[in-house]
């Protein structure tokens, strides 16, 4: 029996954080639909229902934090939990990025215990 009915959306630019990302989900038994870029993944959340969102911030084109701003202005999709990926945390980044409507932020390389537990809060 899946983790959930609906897959979680990653979308991540980077071929071995996608990977690594979909391994830890698949193994927890969780359905993961890929998105190489921002614009896909918004794609994507058009056509599909999704329990939850990975986002990594850094990507080409439109970024992760304006990624989540569309989307929470979305009212189909809208309150869908959001998790943040991203390698580079400073205070104010930080900040920027909660801001754009995360309901949580992760550093990258992501440690599994903390993405399911984190994930696992966000999806009750």
Same mark, same amino acid.
């Given at each position: 029996?899946?983790?959930?009915?609906?897959?979680?959306?990653?979308? &991540? =630019? *980077?071929?071995?954080?996608?990977? #690594?990302?979909?391994?830890? !989900?698949?193994?927890? @038994?969780?359905?993961? +639909?890929?998105?190489?870029?921002?614009?896909?993944?918004?794609?994507?959340? &058009? =056509? *599909?229902?999704?329990?939850?969102? #990975?986002?990594?911030?850094? !990507?080409?084109?439109? @970024?992760?934090?304006? +990624?989540?701003?569309?989307?929470?202005?979305?009212?189909?999709?809208?309150?869908?939990?959001?998790?943040?990926?991203?390698?580079?945390?400073?205070?104010?980044?930080?900040?920027?990025?909660?801001?754009?409507?995360?309901?949580?932020?992760?550093?990258?390389?992501?440690?599994?215990?903390?993405?399911l537990a984190t994930?696992?809060?966000?999806?009750?």
């Amino acid at each position: 029996m899946s983790n959930s009915t609906l897959p979680i959306l990653l979308v &991540e =630019d *980077n071929a071995d954080n996608r990977q #690594l990302v979909t391994w830890i !989900l698949e193994d927890a @038994d969780f359905q993961v +639909a890929e998105a190489e870029n921002a614009e896909q993944g918004l794609a994507m959340l &058009e =056509d *599909n229902r999704y329990a939850l969102i #990975l986002m990594d911030i850094t !990507l080409p084109g439109i @970024d992760g934090k304006e +990624a989540t701003r569309i989307i929470r202005q979305n009212q189909t999709y809208g309150d869908t939990p959001i998790i943040a990926l991203t390698a580079h945390i400073v205070a104010e980044e930080k900040q920027n990025i909660m801001a754009s409507g995360v309901d949580a932020l992760l550093n990258k390389p992501v440690e599994e215990e903390d993405l399911l537990a984190t994930m696992s809060t966000l999806m009750k």
